[in-house]
Nanobody, 122 residues
C-alpha cells in the first residue's frame, strides 16, 4: 500500500483545514487508517484513527471535538477535517495504514505516507 497525504498549509488560529490521504491498492478497506503528527523537536504522536467499516473512530484528547476522521473506501481515501486550529497543532501530519487493534501505537502501522505540513499562526 502506498499512501499520499495532501491538504496541509498555513492557516490562522481558529481556521480549518482538511487533510486527505489517498491509498493505492485494492485492499484499502481492510486497513485501520490513522493520522499521526510530529512537531519540531517532539516525538510523533497519535491524532486519530478509524476502523475498517468507518463506524468507529478514535481521537487523542488534544484534538477531540475539533478533528474528525473519515474514510471513503470507494475512493481509497481517508480524511482529517480539522477545525478551531491552534498554534500547537502545527506539525507534519502523517497518514498510516495497519491491521493491529492498537490504533494509537505507531508501531502497529505497516505503511506510512510522506507527511504534509500544517502550520497554524497566532
Amino acid at each position: 500500500v502506498q499512501l499520499q497525504a495532501s491538504g496541509g498549509g498555513l492557516v490562522l488560529a481558529g481556521g480549518s483545514l482538511r487533510l486527505s490521504c489517498a491509498a493505492s491498492g485494492r485492499t484499502f478497506s481492510s486497513y485501520i487508517m490513522g493520522w499521526f503528527r510530529q512537531a519540531p523537536e517532539k516525538e510523533r504522536e497519535f491524532v486519530a484513527a478509524i476502523r475498517r467499516g468507518s463506524s468507529i473512530s478514535y481521537y487523542a484528547d488534544s484534538v477531540k471535538d475539533r478533528f474528525t476522521i473519515s474514510r471513503d473506501n470507494a475512493k481509497n481515501t481517508v480524511y482529517l477535517q480539522m477545525i478551531s486550529l491552534k498554534p500547537e497543532d502545527t506539525a507534519v501530519y502523517y497518514c498510516a495504514a495497519g491491521t493491529s487493534v492498537y490504533y494509537s501505537d505507531q508501531r502497529a502501522y505497516d505503511y506510512w505516507g510522506q507527511g504534509t505540513q500544517v502550520t497554524v499562526s497566532s
